[in-house]
Antibody, heavy 116, light 111 residues
Framework: QVQLQESGPGLVKPSETLSLTCTVSGGSISPYYWSWIRQPPGMGLEWIGDIFYTGSTSYNPSLRSRVIISLDTSKNQFSLKLSSVTAADTAVYSC??????????WGQGTRVTVSS | QSVLTQPPSVSGAPGQRVTISCTGSSSNIGAGYDVHWYRQLPGTAPKLLIH???NRPSGVPDRFSGSKSGTSASLAITGLQAEDEADYYC???????????FGPGTKVTVL
């Protein structure tokens, strides 16, 4: 079965760029969409954006100016870059496969703190 | 402010039935987009509980059921058990935002 695992720094300084990678195992990147979702402490879920296996992307309008999602099919990975981060970007970041509009499965999530 | 609205909390005694509403608008649930439900246990990632309005993934007990009508959807849990204490989120697609949206989540407490 498909499994996802997020990786990346757990601490990012304000104004810098948050970079995370999601590794997909047990299945192929194609022909699915792959998504990033975040959850600030004590709060709800926010969709960040997604990428199709062809490389086309969609982003949350509220984050579009700061987000880039990319794909490395040779490594079965996709990545998130969020620039100019502030404390409001502190959250658990999760990757997930998009299957007919639903998110399944999810990675376990990785906590990212924005602090100097 | 979430595009989808859910009650912050619901509670019930063991064995009882509880329902969680998810209210949207004409650009998401009312536009015909499917509603999906997730359960999040403390300290873990959300897990798909109901997909496409009323379908249970393999392994989800039939105590969980979903429905959708108009601009709203509901999740029902019958035979409430202590292990059902968790946060529950609805999710759909919004054509105005051209993206996926979640409800704010509902905390289920077993009394």
């Amino acid at each position: 079965q498909v499994q996802l695992q997020e990786s990346g720094p757990g601490l990012v300084k304000p104004s810098e760029t948050l970079s995370l990678t999601c590794t997909v195992s047990g299945g192929s990147i194609s022909p699915y969409y792959w998504s990033w979702i975040r959850q600030p402490p004590g709060m709800g879920l926010e969709w960040i954006g997604d990428i199709f296996y062809t490389g086309s992307t969609s982003y949350n309008p509220s984050l579009r100016s700061r987000v880039i999602i990319s794909l490395d099919t040779s490594k079965n990975q996709f990545s998130l870059k969020l620039s100019s981060v502030t404390a409001a970007d502190t959250a658990v970041y999760s990757c997930a496969r998009v299957d007919w509009g639903r998110f399944d499965p999810w990675g376990q999530g990785t906590r990212v703190t924005v602090s100097s | 402010q979430s595009v989808l609205t859910q009650p912050p909390s619901v509670s019930g005694a063991p064995g009882q039935r509880v329902t969680i509403s998810c209210t949207g608008s004409s650009s998401n649930i009312g536009a015909g987009y499917d509603v999906h439900w997730y359960r999040q246990l403390p300290g873990t990632a959300p897990k798909l509980l109901i997909h496409s309005n009323n379908n249970r993934p393999s392994g989800v007990p039939d105590r969980f059921s979903g429905s959708k009508s108009g601009t709203s959807a509901s999740l029902a849990i019958t035979g409430l058990q202590a292990e059902d204490e968790a946060d529950y989120y609805c999710q759909s697609y919004d054509s105005s935002l051209s993206g996926y949206v979640f409800g704010p989540g509902t905390k289920v407490t077993v009394l």
